[in-house]
Each structure stands twice: as C-alpha cells, then as structure tokens.
C-alpha cells in the first residue's frame, strides 16, 4: 500500500512544471492565430466574380469557421487542462492516477502532461 501514497519528487515536480509552461506558451499562440483567422473578415476580392463562385466561397467560408471554433474550442480545454496541471504540481498531487491512486509513469506525463489517468485506469474505462 506504501507504492499507492508515492508521488513524484519535488525536483521531478518542477521538471513538469517547466514542460507544461512551455506547452501553454506554445499553446496560447496557436489559440491566438486560431482566433486571429476566425475573426479575420477581410474581403478577398471576390466581389466581382460570378454569382456561382461567390456562393461556393461562401459555403466554404462557413465551413471554416465553424472547424476554427472548433480548433478553438480543443485548444482552450487543452489549455484549460494544463492549467489545472500546474494547480497539481502546487498541491503535489501532479502524476498520480485518480482511478488507480498510482504513480503514472514519467514517459507518459512528458508525452501528455495533463494527463489524470494511467494507461491501467485508461484501459479500464472501455
């Protein structure tokens, strides 16, 4: 039962800390470009082509901005994620699987390190 109380050390806890404040920064700039080309309007110049076209760049228009909120709506719940990550790290609870009560393994926090649950638990949910 001792392996179950494990947590990671405080030394490993701030090796997380920096990969997650990388991963928001990266984040929050492709959130910014997402937002950035949904908000973009501008005229392409299209004013003057058949009313046939004109109608296609509409559908099509549409349709990219509904992927872009889309996109938008994933990065600000993978942000979202992140956040809490490092609300983890504070309370030293950063790496501990809240089905299993287990360390998650290390290879698997760089890879995804908002994750809340180990493959063990993961497998278990299917």
Same mark, same amino acid.
């Given at each position: @039962?001792?392996? /179950?109380?494990?947590?990671? %050390?405080?030394?490993?806890?701030?090796?997380?800390? *920096?990969?997650?404040?990388?991963?928001?920064?990266?984040?929050?700039? /492709?959130?910014?470009?997402?937002?950035? %080309?949904?908000?973009?309007?501008?005229?392409?110049?299209? /004013? /003057?082509? %058949?009313?046939?076209?004109?109608?296609?760049?509409?559908?099509?228009?549409?349709? %990219?901005?509904?992927?872009?909120?889309?996109?938008?709506?994933?990065?600000?719940?993978?942000?979202?994620?992140?956040?809490?990550?490092?609300?983890?790290?504070?309370?030293?609870?950063?790496?501990?699987?809240?089905?299993?009560?287990?360390?998650?393994?290390?290879?698997?926090? @760089?890879?995804?390190?908002?994750?809340?649950?180990?493959?063990?638990? *993961?497998? @278990?949910?299917?």
């Amino acid at each position: @039962m001792a392996e /179950d109380r494990q947590r990671y %050390s405080d030394a490993d806890l701030q090796e997380f800390k *920096k990969v997650i404040q990388e991963k928001i920064a990266k984040a929050e700039k /492709d959130l910014m470009l997402i937002n950035e %080309s949904f908000l973009n309007d501008q005229n392409n110049g299209t /004013d /003057d082509t %058949s009313p046939t076209f004109k109608a296609f760049e509409e559908g099509a228009e549409t349709l %990219s901005k509904e992927q872009n909120a889309i996109l938008a709506g994933r990065q600000e719940k993978f942000l979202r994620d992140l956040r809490n990550a490092l609300i983890r790290i504070e309370n030293k609870t950063y790496g501990i699987c809240r089905v299993t009560g287990k360390l998650i393994p290390k290879e698997r926090l @760089m890879a995804v390190p908002h994750a809340t649950l180990s493959i063990e638990a *993961k497998n @278990m949910q299917r």
